[in-house]
């Protein structure tokens, strides 16, 4: 069970030097290599990485699924786990996956689905009502990997391929701070926008009335904010916005588009 495991980790990242160091840590010593793909920080990130032991690569950003499907690129080893660097591996999950080799029932699947759950700054764990998601991020990269999207950055499994749920969860400190997720926020939608644009999809504009309440009882109720108390409604707000911004977004670029301002 000490023995480093024929798996390659790898993580994209940029300007995260405040993060880096929890996910390589949190596989680091048990994976046979941790490979961190830097899209040009200009902080202490590489540094960072490269003391840990991680082995930095600079490529320049081409969108998020094309960035990790680089990374795939890079690992030696055919079964792969892909980590943000907002993400770490819970001691849990690191024994599980290591039980998984230890007895090769690892390959009872061709993929594994790995619950991700959001963790805030003034915590030490993420909250048993913590809000998560389940994403393929231990697989045979020979029966699936990351999709061509700038946006979205998704596992597309083989057809045929054999997908099964691990226990452990990862951690997702998704958040620095306020200001930095009204920042996230504003980019991402952004870049949203941009995916819709360019396969053709138009929202109504009926949504400019509906996302913003609907999303804030979205976050509020399905995703449990208000277990938070007053810190869920602040998330919620935010997140409504977020929606909102989007379809404001996609609005401002028809009207460019309509009178030739582009």
């Keep these: 069970m000490t023995d480093r495991l024929p798996l390659s980790a790898f993580i994209i990242a940029k300007d995260e030097a405040d993060r880096i160091a929890r996910p390589i840590e949190s596989v680091i010593g048990w994976v046979d290599e941790v490979i961190v793909i830097d899209s040009g920080s200009t902080d202490e990130t590489v540094a960072v990485a490269e003391g840990l032991g991680a082995r930095v690569i600079r490529n320049d950003w081409p969108g998020y699924g094309p960035q990790k499907r680089f990374g795939e690129d890079q690992c030696r080893n055919d ?40 963790m805030y700054a003034h915590e030490t764990a993420p909250a ?105 409604f602040i998330l919620s707000i935010n997140y409504a916005h977020a929606r909102f911004l989007r379809v404001a977004k996609a609005y401002e670029a028809e009207l460019l588009e309509k009178t030739g301002k582009e």
């Design 79 to 118: 079964w792969l786990l892909n980590l943000d660097a907002d993400e770490e591996v819970t001691p849990e999950l690191a024994e599980e996956i290591r039980s998984k080799f230890a007895d090769a029932s690892y390959q009872a699947a061709d993929g594994w689905r790995i619950m991700i759950r959001d």
């Design 128 to 232: 048993p009502w913590a809000y998560g998601y389940h994403q393929i991020r231990l697989y045979d990269q020979r029966k699936g990997r990351f999709s061509t999207s700038i946006v979205h950055d998704t596992v597309r499994p083989e057809e045929g391929a054999k997908i099964a749920n691990l226990t452990g969860i990862m951690a997702h400190r998704s958040i620095r701070s306020l200001d930095f997720q009204v920042g996230k926020y504003n980019r991402y939608s952004g870049m949203q926008v941009e995916d819709m644009r360019t396969r053709g999809r138009k929202l109504p504009k009926s949504r400019l009335l509906t996302e913003f309440p609907v999303g804030f009882l979205k976050a509020y109720f399905v995703r449990r904010y208000r277990k938070y108390g007053w810190w869920g």
